[in-house]
């Protein structure tokens, strides 16, 4: 099969295709390439980099928004459950 075939066949409900979730990420990636193309200079490349990433890690599954939320605020402690519990 071509890429052209499976490309068409991600819209249908037949068997074969590309996963949502990937044809997800690829369309987020074009817009991305867009945008760095017209609006990105060098004095603010990582943060764009890091927003990048994020949202194609999100669209792919690989990191959800709790992982995100925690890699912000810390790790969450449960030193007050495991103290209750004893």
């Given at each position: 099969m071509s890429?052209v075939?499976?490309l068409?066949k991600?819209?249908?409900?037949?068997?074969?295709?590309?996963?949502a979730?990937?044809l997800?990420?690829?369309?987020?990636?074009?817009?991305?390439?867009?945008?760095?193309?017209?609006?990105?200079?060098?004095t603010?490349?990582?943060?764009?980099?890091?927003?990048d990433?994020s949202?194609?890690?999100?669209?792919?599954?690989?990191?959800?928004?709790?992982?995100?939320?925690?890699?912000?605020?810390?790790?969450?402690?449960?030193?007050?459950?495991?103290?209750?519990?004893?």
């Amino acid at each position: 099969m071509s890429i052209v075939e499976n490309l068409l066949k991600s819209f249908t409900t037949e068997k074969g295709g590309f996963a949502a979730r990937k044809l997800t990420a690829f369309a987020l990636m074009i817009c991305i390439a867009y945008i760095h193309f017209k609006f990105v200079d060098i004095t603010i490349a990582v943060e764009v980099l890091i927003v990048d990433l994020s949202g194609v890690l999100l669209c792919l599954g690989l990191v959800t928004a709790s992982n995100i939320i925690e890699l912000k605020n810390g790790p969450k402690n449960d030193n007050n459950a495991t103290n209750e519990q004893l």
